[in-house]
């Protein structure tokens, strides 16, 4: 499956990655590659991408994994890498990992040598599903997460389901809440699917990609339309960041964003209260939200202070029923 964006195309479809070669030769003539990875894809996959990268040149930079390797520091040592290995302008950067690498990578391949054509290749289901579409890349700084970045497109990505795998119980189920995320917000068949399912497949990955890559085309750079995509966190960043990032997972962390995004919707009669039991019968059932659930006032004080959410007031998104957001501006007398 080919799924066109304006710019490049993100190809999906199990065991896609072997036919790399292909994609490389729609993007430049020979180049030398260099591929940014953390330390658990590579032990898991080195491998492979040598023999699927066949007589190219190459070399891996390998990061650790995890949030904190979204810094500047590690930003800063991966350039150096880079430029002690030789990296020119046109050749190419290929990120190979989670939603961390295709962040940190992308934001990498945006600034040195001020951009240097990239490939996406996202290996858990949250990159898959959405870091990897839609061009955003970015650093997290002390006073916030992705405070640093820009708008990047890749010149390809490639989604191969086979990488999930591998991937622990834990990181699906986060990509899964994302899922759920995209079903809410666009697209009923996938939110019925989650009723009943905990594994997904790759028509499910598509129809997912399908409903960020709708948004992403009406609005490229965040004005109206892509606030969609934040159903779910605005609490999801407010507890996140009030338990310093340690406690809940991203997933974990907008599973209860979403559950109280439908519990004031319901209290503004914006939705449809029977949506309620329906999404926390699926978050408890793939672990995502633990009872007794959070408290939305308890969180209200980060909403207030995130400067970053207030323009005229606080943007919020809310749904009627499973395909129909909607954009609130709101107050804190509205709470
Ligand atoms: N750019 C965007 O539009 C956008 C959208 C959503 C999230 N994000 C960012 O994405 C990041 C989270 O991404 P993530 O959830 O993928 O986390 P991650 O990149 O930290 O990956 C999670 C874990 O899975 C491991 N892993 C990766 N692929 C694997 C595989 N195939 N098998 C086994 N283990 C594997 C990693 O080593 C890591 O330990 C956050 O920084 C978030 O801000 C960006």
């Not at 989604?159 to 591998?166: G, S």
């Not at 329906?278 to 959070?294: D, F, Q, S, T």
Request: aromatic residues 10%; contains cysteine.
């Amino acid at each position: 499956m080919f799924i066109k964006m304006p710019e490049y195309e993100i190809w999906v479809k199990e065991g896609i990655f072997s036919e790399i070669q292909q994609m490389i030769k729609t993007v430049k003539h020979n180049p030398s590659i260099f591929i940014v990875t953390d330390e658990n894809v590579y032990a898991l996959y080195e491998d492979l991408v040598k023999k699927s990268l066949g007589s190219y040149k190459f070399e891996f930079v390998v990061i650790k994994p995890g949030e904190l390797s979204k810094s500047i520091d590690i930003y800063i040592s991966v350039v150096k890498s880079l430029i002690d290995k030789k990296i020119k302008r046109d050749d190419l950067i290929i990120s190979f990992g989670g939603g961390v690498v295709g962040d940190l990578c992308g934001f990498v391949a945006a600034t040195l040598y001020r951009g240097i054509d990239y490939i996406q290749v996202p290996t858990t289901l949250l990159s898959q599903v959405d870091s990897s579409i839609g061009s955003k890349v970015a650093i997290d700084i002390e006073e916030g997460k992705n405070l640093i970045g820009s708008f990047y497109p890749p010149k390809g990505v490639i989604i191969d389901p086979l990488f999930l795998n591998t991937l622990p119980e834990d990181e699906y189920a986060n990509g899964l809440a994302e899922v759920l995320k995209a079903g809410l917000i666009g697209n009923k068949k996938l939110f019925h699917h989650l009723l009943t399912e905990n594994k997904i497949g790759e028509a499910e990955i598509i129809e997912a990609i399908l409903v960020k890559r709708d948004i992403v085309l009406i609005d490229p750079y965040d004005h109206k339309e892509r606030m969609f995509l934040n159903f779910g966190h605005t609490f999801g960043h407010a507890i996140e960041k009030a338990h310093q990032y340690r406690t809940y997972k991203h997933g974990e962390a907008i599973s209860y964003g979403m559950l109280i995004a439908i519990e004031l919707g319901i209290k503004w009669q914006k939705t449809d209260p029977t949506l309620y039991d329906e999404v926390k019968r699926i978050l408890l059932r793939l672990n995502l939200v633990k009872e007794p659930l959070l408290a939305y006032k308890d969180y209200l004080n980060y909403i207030w202070s995130d400067k970053k959410n207030l323009q005229d007031g606080l943007r919020f998104v809310v749904i009627s029923k499973p395909g129909h957001p909607e954009l609130l501006t709101l107050n804190e007398g509205d709470f």
